[in-house]
């Protein structure tokens, strides 16, 4: 089949449109959550934040947390809603993640399959029980420089928060993740290291790519979102401390 890669197009919060999908470069900070029924509440707080008209046809086929940044992909009328979202259900859309986390995940590639449930002490939170649904998630270190790694992730299930619990699990939780990992920067030797961590702004986790096979036509679809700056300005920072602290040696 061919394939279509796509980038950036314009307005640049545009990744991605043909005459059925539109794909979005969601911002750290929105949410996509919305009461059964009301997800046209939180397509419209999506348009309104990319700067594009709120009553544009359009209709959510997945969700990222809050502080997650990166693809969102919608349908554009009724039928691609219906078609896109079975893609989802089939799991027939690789999904990637990158994330900065906290210490050097062993061993470096490796795969994290545990069950999820709701947290009954609280409920904003999931967590690890065996009772819970089938969860995987697929990782892999890019780097691991001082305190912290940069890994690639791929969820081959669609779990609530999975990749957050999922890393926390094997303690190894999402820098800037308040709700799983608590201030980890304490620990950090390096001062100017541990001054960044504390101040980071966000959660670093970040949808990069989404990759699917466009059900109307069977061309290939490849959707991307760099990575915000806050990754590469903070994985700077650790390899700077990584340096140093090899020249003291």
Do not use: C, N
């Not at 790694?149 to 094997?170: C, D, K, M, N, Y």
């Not at 709700?179 to 670093?204: F, H, K, M, S």
């Not at 700056?229 to 994985?235: D, G, Q, T, V």
């Amino acid at each position: 089949m061919p394939s279509r890669a796509v980038g950036r197009s314009r307005p640049e919060v545009i990744l991605f449109e043909d005459e059925r999908f539109l794909a979005l470069e969601k911002p750290s900070g929105l949410s996509l959550a919305t009461p059964r029924g009301r997800d046209g509440e939180a397509v419209d707080r999506l348009l309104q934040s990319t700067g594009l008209d709120p009553e544009r046809p359009a209709f959510l086929l997945h969700r990222l947390d809050v502080g997650t940044s990166g693809v969102v992909l919608l349908a554009k009328d009724p039928e691609a809603h219906r078609r896109g979202s079975a893609l989802f259900q089939e799991r027939r859309i690789e999904k990637i993640y990158r994330a900065v986390v906290w210490g050097h995940p062993v061993p470096a590639h490796g795969v994290i399959e545990a069950a999820l449930g709701m947290d009954r002490e609280d409920r904003r939170r999931m967590r690890v029980v065996a009772a819970g649904k089938p969860a995987k998630t697929e990782y892999r270190t890019l780097e691991r420089p001082s305190a912290i790694a940069h890994l690639e992730l791929s969820p081959r299930t669609g779990r609530t928060h999975q990749i957050r619990v999922h890393l926390a699990f094997r303690g190894h939780p999402v820098v800037g993740d308040d709700l799983y990992a608590g201030p980890r920067w304490r620990g950090v030797a390096d001062r100017q290291l541990r001054r960044r961590l504390e101040e980071t702004p966000r959660l670093l986790l970040h949808a990069l790519r989404l990759s699917f096979d466009q059900p109307f036509d069977g061309v290939r679809v490849v959707v991307e979102s760099p990575e915000p700056a806050a990754f590469e300005e903070l994985l700077a920072a650790a390899r700077r401390a990584t340096a140093q602290a090899r020249a003291r040696r």
